[in-house]
């Protein structure tokens, strides 16, 4: 890495938390949801504006996504970072992971990044594939899961391991999936707010091979047959025997 | 029949029940598998030999011996051949299953729950929605535990390969988990608590039921964030862990969407709160309305009469 990094974080658009997801026909219909920066893209906005802080440098966030995604690049700006790029093509409709990774990687390519922040899974796919596979196309490391980074003499991480967690040190350029941990994230400002308004979204285009994986259907999940519910303390012995005779867990 | 490659999940220094699993989820696929076990001493792989599978290939390197997304993926994909690859969805299986479909450029489909042919179904948006894909051609992908049947155990065809790749990160410092007990993630039953708990202290009723079942005990959001020593580690939900154990306890958990995010999924649910109308009593197979101080004390003396 060289001595002032060039950081990228990547923010994806997704649902707030609190939608109702609603299909209709077989796919998710997302027209009445509020959209919000996908809740562990904070944590990676958080640790890339910290990186930065520490080691100077610029952050840059970057979304894949059609032009209604320039709001969570715009949040993004509000919070403090420096630039905002959207990678789009309009020829994209239903990416695989294949192609979301190909242009991204792209992207970051283009970008000149030495290390990039991103969330540990979208709430939308809650897959995370991304940052493992961006890593793997780039050719760094990576690490998963992170939940503190530290940048004195170099990237040190801390990842669940086995028996508990392990600090991490990583050399080289390096993709980081960040999970909650201990910090908090900033909130916009107003200057910030006002700046981001102001701000320009660069677009860029990229490469994406054309999807293997299709989507078949969206649906609601299955219901679940109602449950069983009785009133008062004691009626968790009948519980306890229903575990052992009926669901046959204990 | 096309071929599969099953990445054995391995933890404690041996190859994990939920391998199995993955066998019977192959051969839902329609596919031939090979199982390839990651690890520094061979004689790992002796194990892993199941009905229907007829080779094991022990993938023997020095890079093994901590957990590194980029060597394991490399190591693991030098000595896997081609076809369907297989991995548990665990984080550090879905890590490796990510970087190997990129080093392959395929796709991967994480956290299937069903198989239909060339189907694949997995959860979205945190459970609120299921999507069901196609797959055409190699790819990879990860199935959830306690889906598909565990298949029966075999004499196994080891071949072993002598395969390493190169390590980018370097473990300065592990930091045990201060308690011996189970990690959410790894449990089969968990019992878990919240706000409804009242204090951090009375957490420890619930370590108690948890110790007599040999569960791992969890926490909502609320617990997590009002009280200093419940670790986010315990977190069970949209920003906390997934789960989907056979058994999940949730008391004095009011059952928001994002608790549900992580727990939904759940073989069976017991929820014990003194509220009648809350949300999690619409998720519960067995709903207990009362407070926990009334229904935990006769839910431990039960169980542990049954266990004994
Ligand atoms: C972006 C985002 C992410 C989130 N991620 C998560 C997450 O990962 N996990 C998570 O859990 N939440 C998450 N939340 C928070 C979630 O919305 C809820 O606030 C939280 O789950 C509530 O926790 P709780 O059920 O313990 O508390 P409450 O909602 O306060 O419920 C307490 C319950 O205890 C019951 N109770 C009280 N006293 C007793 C008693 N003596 N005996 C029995 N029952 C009693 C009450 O009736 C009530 O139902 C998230 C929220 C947001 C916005
Ligand atoms: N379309 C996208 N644009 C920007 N970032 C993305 C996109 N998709 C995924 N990511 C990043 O990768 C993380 C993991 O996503 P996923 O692999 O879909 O679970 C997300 O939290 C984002 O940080």
């Not at chain 1, 890339?48 to 966030?61: I, R, Y």
């Not at chain 1, 890593?135 to 690490?143: D, Q, Y």
């Not at chain 2, 190591?75 to 991995?87: H, R």
């Amino acid at each position: 890495m060289k001595n002032v990094p060039n950081i990228v974080v990547l923010v994806k658009r997704v649902p707030d938390t609190n939608a109702r997801i609603v299909v209709s026909g077989d796919r998710v219909d997302l027209s009445a949801v509020k959209w919000v920066i996908s809740p562990y893209d904070e944590f990676a906005i958080e640790n890339a504006l910290q990186h930065k802080e520490a080691a100077g440098g610029s952050v840059t966030a970057l979304t894949l996504g059609p032009a209604g995604a320039d709001k969570v690049l715009k949040d993004a700006k509000a919070i403090g970072v420096d630039e905002i790029v959207r990678v789009w093509n309009d020829s994209w409709s239903e990416m695989d992971s294949n192609g979301i990774q190909s242009a991204l990687a792209q992207a970051i390519t283009d970008l000149g990044a030495e290390v990039v922040y991103c969330g540990k899974n979208a709430a939308d796919t809650g897959a995370g594939s991304t940052g493992p596979g961006i890593a793997e196309r780039l050719g760094w490391a990576s690490v998963s899961n992170v939940t503190d980074v530290t940048f004195e003499g170099g990237l040190t991480v801390t990842t669940p391991v086995e028996n508990g967690s392990a600090r991490v040190s990583v050399s080289g350029n390096a993709v980081v999936s960040c999970d909650k941990g201990n910090i908090k994230v900033r909130k916009p400002n107003v200057k910030g707010i006002m700046m981001a308004k102001r701000a320009q979204v660069s677009v860029v285009s990229a490469d994406a091979p054309s999807a293997t994986v299709t989507i078949v259907s969206q649906t609601p999940p299955p219901a679940k047959p109602a449950g069983k519910k009785y009133e008062g303390g004691a009626s968790a012995q009948e519980v306890a025997r229903l575990l052992r005779d009926e669901a046959n867990v204990i | 029949m096309s071929e599969s490659i099953i990445i054995a999940e391995t933890g404690k220094g041996s190859v994990s029940a939920v391998t199995a699993e993955l066998v019977s989820a192959a051969i839902a696929l329609g596919t031939s598998p090979t199982v390839v076990v990651p690890c520094t001493d061979a004689s790992m792989a002796d194990n892993a030999g199941y009905d229907g599978v007829s080779r094991t290939i022990a993938v023997k390197g020095a890079c093994f011996e901590n957990y590194d997304a980029a060597s394991w993926a490399s190591a693991i994909d030098a000595a896997a051949p081609s076809g369907i690859i297989i991995a548990a969805a665990t984080p550090q299986s879905k890590d490796i299953a990510a970087r190997i479909a990129a080093k392959r450029n395929l796709s991967v489909v994480q956290d299937v729950v069903s198989i239909d042919g060339m189907n694949l179904t997995s959860p979205i948006y945190s459970g609120k929605a299921m999507q069901t894909v196609a797959i055409s051609g190699d790819s990879v992908i990860s199935v959830r535990a306690n889906v598909f049947p565990a298949a029966s155990s075999a004499a196994a065809n080891v071949s072993v390969v002598d395969q390493s790749g190169d390590v980018s990160t370097a473990v300065q410092e592990i930091m045990a988990r201060a308690s011996a007990r189970l990690d959410v993630s790894e449990a089969n039953i968990i019992v878990s608590g919240g706000r409804g708990m009242g204090s951090p202290e009375n957490f420890s009723h619930l370590e108690k039921l948890a110790d007599v079942i040999g569960a791992a005990v969890g926490a909502s959001r609320a617990a997590v964030d009002t009280w200093d020593d419940i670790p986010h580690s315990m977190q069970v939900g949209q920003t906390g862990k997934t789960v989907n154990p056979n058994l999940y306890i949730a008391v004095g958990i009011s059952g928001a969407i994002q608790h549900l995010a992580g727990m939904r999924s759940s073989k069976y649910i017991v929820a014990i709160n003194k509220d009648a109308d809350a949300p999690i009593f619409a998720h519960a197979d067995y709903g207990i309305v009362a407070t926990w101080e009334e229904a935990l004390p006769v839910l431990e003396s039960e169980l542990s009469s049954m266990m004994s």
